[in-house]
């Protein structure tokens, strides 16, 4: 797993009146500091696999699931029995508990895989505090509860009212500190627009996002090459021995190459959805798909390079900052195999195929543009807009 840490302040959720954002900063803990900032990621992720064990043994002696404040209350218990949790606020170990449920959630609800325990060499290691921190901006200082005032580097302000932070650790040893915010402004209304300004985007394999406009955006050099360099070093990682300094030495270069691939993702994609979202008035696109995608072995590679999903998170919340309205079709609208000209469905299509050519009406259609068109074409006539 690559180690994913976005540049700067993405973000992306909504409450229901007001616009949230999300913003990430480097930390400079001291020695002490550090030490006291990995002590607090280690005692979470103790209690986060504490969690999951006691879900997991009451599903199995009871039948049912332990929720996550009843969990919450068997805590102080735990407390008790291991008192160096006690070195780290009572609201970060809940934390755990409410990430443990949202991924028993996600597991329920959207398939996704079940929950697993976490271990030292996941990546990315954090933990989050609820409440109870402050943000110096003229000091450039984060002030938490256990560990004081650390140095911080704040390159951007905000007066808006804290929401929850996460500290993380990247996999080369820095420190990140990222703070959700509330903004207290509405979201803009939504935009009326017309059929010629919107467009369908289609999710294709080999290119970035293809357009119903016929354009293709290719996915950028960069990351074809600096793939084959990726391959190379996981190679030479795994052939050193285990727990040597080599290996440790090939670890962190990979590490770095891994970090220096997604921030020129990150750029890319930022430059991207802000192009697309400011030259259009709507956008069409299926987002279930780029999901059933990353299940199918062969196309993993591709898709991952690609990253659908935090595109998508970009062009979601960019529309909505500026009341452009996101159209959404169907999960099961088998887009790329219907003929836009005449409506012949081709059920014979299989991924490999890039063209083809409509048994009934003879057109051509390249497979993604193909898609694209009809993404647009029937996220409008679903939601009756054609013609707006
Ligand atoms: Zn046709």
Redo the contacts with the bound molecule.
């Keep these: 797993m690559p180690c994913i840490y976005p540049k700067i302040y993405i973000l992306l959720k909504s409450t229901k009146y007001f616009m949230m954002k999300a913003f990430k900063f480097r930390l400079y803990p001291t020695i002490n500091q550090s030490n006291q900032l990995n002590q607090h990621i280690g005692i979470c992720r103790f209690v986060y696999n504490w969690a999951l064990n006691q879900k997991v043994k009451t599903y199995e002696q009871i039948g049912k699931s332990i929720s996550r404040f009843d969990l919450n209350k068997l805590i102080p218990n735990l407390k008790k029995q291991n008192p160096w949790l006690k070195e780290v606020n009572s609201q970060s170990l809940q934390g755990m508990t409410n990430l443990v449920e949202s991924a028993f959630n996600r597991f329920f609800r959207e398939k996704n895989s079940f929950p697993k325990f976490k271990s030292k060499k996941i990546p990315i290691q954090s933990f989050l505090i609820p409440k109870h921190y402050n943000v110096d901006f003229e000091n450039d200082a984060i002030k938490l509860t256990k560990t004081g005032k650390i140095k911080a580097v704040l390159h951007k302000t905000f007066e808006w009212e804290l929401k929850t932070a996460t500290i993380s650790k990247s996999c080369i040893g820095k420190y990140y500190i990222s703070i959700l915010v509330e903004d207290g402004k509405e979201f803009p209304v939504k935009q009326v627009f017309s059929e010629s300004m919107a467009i369908g985007v289609e999710f294709g394999i080999k290119n970035f996002p293809v357009l119903s406009t016929g354009e293709k955006v290719e996915n950028p050099k960069y990351l074809k090459n600096s793939l084959k360099r990726l391959k190379a070093l996981q190679k030479r990682v795994s052939r050193k021995q285990n727990s040597s300094q080599n290996r440790e030495k090939a670890k962190q270069k990979l590490a770095l190459l891994h970090k220096k691939i997604i921030n020129k993702r990150n750029d890319f994609q930022h430059k991207l959805s802000f192009k697309l979202v400011s030259e259009n008035q709507a956008m069409a696109f299926e987002t279930p798909y780029v999901k059933n995608m990353i299940k199918n072995h062969h196309l993993a590679q591709a898709i991952c390079d690609s990253v659908w999903s935090s595109f998508v998170t970009q062009l979601e919340y960019k529309s909505e900052w500026s009341g452009k309205p996101i159209l959404l079709i169907g999960k099961f609208v088998p887009s790329s195999k219907i003929?836009p000209?005449?409506g012949?469905h081709n059920s014979y299509l299989t991924l490999k195929d890039g063209k083809w050519k409509?048994a009934?009406?003879k057109?051509k259609h390249d497979r993604d543009i193909n898609a694209a068109i009809n993404i647009k074409k029937f996220s409008l006539s679903d939601q009756n807009l054609i013609g707006i």
């Design positions: 003929c000209v005449c012949y409509c009934d009406c057109t």
